[in-house]
C-alpha cells in the first residue's frame, strides 16, 4: 500500500540552494520534512528564518545522533562536505531508505554506495533550475526536475519508491532508462559552465556568448567531457551540448551556478569535483584536457586570495 505524502518521512542533508529550494517545495506540499545535520550546525540554523522568493520561512531541523530512518534521504551538500555529511546521516538510514544525492559531478552516488550499498543509492541529477542562495535568502525562476534513474542490479525498485514519493507529491521529477548519459550529460554542462561562471566572474549570459572568452573555454571544456565519457562508455555527442546549452538558455540570463556563487561569497568551490575529475582521466585515457586545465588554474588562484 502506497503512503500518502504525510507519511512519508524525508530528510534532506544540506541548507544550500538545492536543499532549501527542495525543502521548502515539500513543507509547502505538507510533506514530513526536517534537514539532518550535527550538533554544531545545529545550534547555529536552529529557527533560523530563510526567505524564499520572499517568503519567510523556518525549517524542522534534526540533529544526527537523535534520528531515526527515513524513507528518502536528499543529499544536497558541496563536495568539500560529502565525507562528513556520510556519517552524519547514518541514523537516516535504515534497512528501506532510498538515498539520492542531487549534488554535481558523477562521484556523489560512489561514495555513498561505498558505505551504505547499492540497493539504498540511486543515480540522479537536478536537471533545469536556477536555483540562488546567498545567506539567508533563496531565489529561482525555475525549480527544474529531478531526473532519476537504475544502472545497477538492486535500483529498480529503490528508483520506483522515488517516483512515487515524488508523484505523491507532485515535485517535478522524470524516471529514464539512460541515468548514466544524463548523469555524464549533467556533468558535461557543469565542467562547462559551472567553471567559466566562477573563472570569469560572469553570468549565464556572459558563458553564453556575452564574454566571447568565457563562451569558448566553456565550449572547449565541455568537448573535453565528450571525449572522456566515449572513452568511459558513456556516448555523448555534440547534440548532447546542444541539449543542455539549451537548457542554459532558458534560465534567468542574469543568475548564475554554484561555483560562480561561490566566488562572490568567498567560499572554496567544487573545482575539484569538475576539472579535478576531468584532468585524472585525461591522464588515465590519454586525452588531452588542455582548457580544463587553464580553469583548474585560473579557479586555484582565485582561490588564493581569498
Known amino acids: 500500500m502506497e503512503k500518502n505524502k504525510k507519511e512519508v518521512k524525508i530528510r534532506i542533508a544540506g541548507m544550500g540552494a538545492l536543499g532549501v529550494m527542495y525543502g521548502d517545495f515539500i513543507k509547502e506540499q505538507g510533506g514530513d520534512i526536517a534537514f539532518v545535520m550535527d550538533r554544531q550546525r545545529l545550534e547555529k540554523y536552529q529557527g533560523q528564518e530563510i ?19 527515513a524513507d528518502l534521504v536528499i543529499v544536497a551538500v558541496k563536495y568539500g562536505g560529502l565525507q562528513s555529511v556520510i556519517e552524519t546521516i547514518q541514523n537516516s538510514v535504515g534497512e528501506n531508505t532510498v538515498i539520492l544525492s542531487v549534488m554535481n559531478g558523477i562521484i556523489s552516488e560512489e561514495m555513498l554506495a561505498a558505505r551504505y550499498g547499492w540497493d539504498k543509492v540511486i543515480y540522479a541529477i537536478a536537471e533545469g533550475m536556477d536555483a540562488m542562495k546567498f545567506g539567508s535568502r ?16 538492486g535500483q529498480k ?83 548532447d551540448m546542444d541539449y543542455y546549452i539549451g537548457l542554459l538558455e532558458q534560465l534567468d540570463p542574469k543568475g548564475m551556478p554554484s561555483m560562480a556563487q561561490d566566488r562572490i561569497s568567498r ?24 582548457v580544463n586545465r587553464k580553469l583548474y588554474e585560473k579557479i586555484l588562484e582565485i582561490e588564493k586570495d581569498y
Not at 517516483?163 to 529514464?176: D, H, M, Q, T
Request: hydrophobic letters at 35%.
Open 51 to 69: 526567505l524564499c522568493n520572499g517568503r519567510s520561512q523556518t525549517f524542522q531541523m534534526e540533529e544526527s545522533s537523535q534520528a531515526s530512518p
Open 138 to 153: 533563496l531565489r529561482y525562476t525555475r525549480m527544474g526536475k529531478i531526473v532519476i534513474g537504475a544502472a545497477r542490479p
Open 157 to 239: 525498485k529503490q528508483a520506483e519508491k522515488a517516483a512515487g514519493i515524488f508523484k505523491s507529491l507532485g515535485l517535478p521529477y522524470e524516471e529514464v532508462p539512460d541515468i548514466m548519459h544524463r548523469l555524464w550529460g549533467k556533468f558535461m554542462l557543469n565542467v562547462g559552465v559551472n567553471q567559466v561562471c566562477m573563472a570569469y566572474g560572469t553570468d549565464y549570459e556572459g558563458a553564453l556568448g556575452k564574454h566571447q572568452e568565457a563562451h569558448e573555454d566553456m565550449l572547449g571544456a565541455m568537448r573535453e567531457v565528450i571525449a572522456l565519457g566515449k572513452a568511459e562508455g558513456i556516448p555523448l555527442t555534440e547534440k
Open 267 to 290: 567560499r572554496p568551490s567544487e573545482v575539484e569535483m569538475f576539472a579535478g575529475t576531468v584532468i585524472p582521466l585525461g591522464e588515465k585515457h590519454g586525452i588531452p584536457t588542455p
